[in-house]
């Protein structure tokens, strides 16, 4: 599984609206809809690394047609690649490969200790609740569950529909993985890898595939 990221604040820089009058006309649309500067960046590396990973991971230069699932992951029809993309702050990642995949990341939120245990409480499992209340740094604990249940639910396209107190994680820091429950019961599969970027953000993949590779890539290189 292959794991592109970059830094999509500097495609400001860069000619991105011609990259952007390449797109189909109803992405177009959705682009030119957002308020904010930093939304529309965020969005537009996702569309161009999905580009850049088709044309370096498998050669294909032209973007496949996209449908959406019932629960709205994206999919390519009639095809054995998998794909999902997440941003946040500063990043934006686009995994990619020849199993189902999840992916999310998430900016590091230090600010407000009490709002992060009102979250765990309303969305997490007693376990997970209890790891953070004895960790030595709560807030870290706190988005690297929420990555992990983010990466879950994008993998197998079923979205918030599922209850995320019956999804509970076990992260295991040292190995840069964790152990799944559904209901209790241990899971042996996915896979999950963790990791911190920058340590400012954090970063979850859900896949069948264990190996996991990631790739930086200059937004440079994007806007070619």
Known sequence: MFVFLTDNTKLKYT????????????????????RFEADYLASLAGDLLLKYALRTTY?????????????????????????NISHSGKYTVCAMG???????????DTDDQKQVLSIAH??????????????????DRFFTIWCLK?????????GM??????????????????????????QSFP???ITTIDDHYRFSICSDDRSVSMIDVDPLELAR
């Open 98 to 108: 020849d199993t189902p995949v999840g992916v999310d990341i998430q900016e590091i």
């Open 161 to 186: 529909i599922v209850p995320l107190d019956s999804i509970s994680f076990a992260p295991d820091e040292s190995s840069n993985s964790a152990e799944l429950f559904i209901d209790g019961q241990k």
């Open 15 to 34: 000619d991105h609206l011609r990259h952007l009058r390449e797109l189909p006309s109803e992405r177009q649309q959705t682009l030119r809809s957002f």
């Open 191 to 193: 896979y999950f890898f």
């Open 59 to 83: 050669g294909i230069d032209a973007m496949p047609m996209i449908s959406t699932g019932e629960n709205g992951k994206p999919f390519f029809p009639d095809s054995d690649i998998h794909f």
């Open 122 to 139: 309303h969305f997490f499992s007693e376990q997970e609740i209890e790891s953070i209340r004895k960790s030595s740094d709560m807030i």
């Open 150 to 158: 983010e990466s879950y639910v994008k993998y197998t396209g079923t």
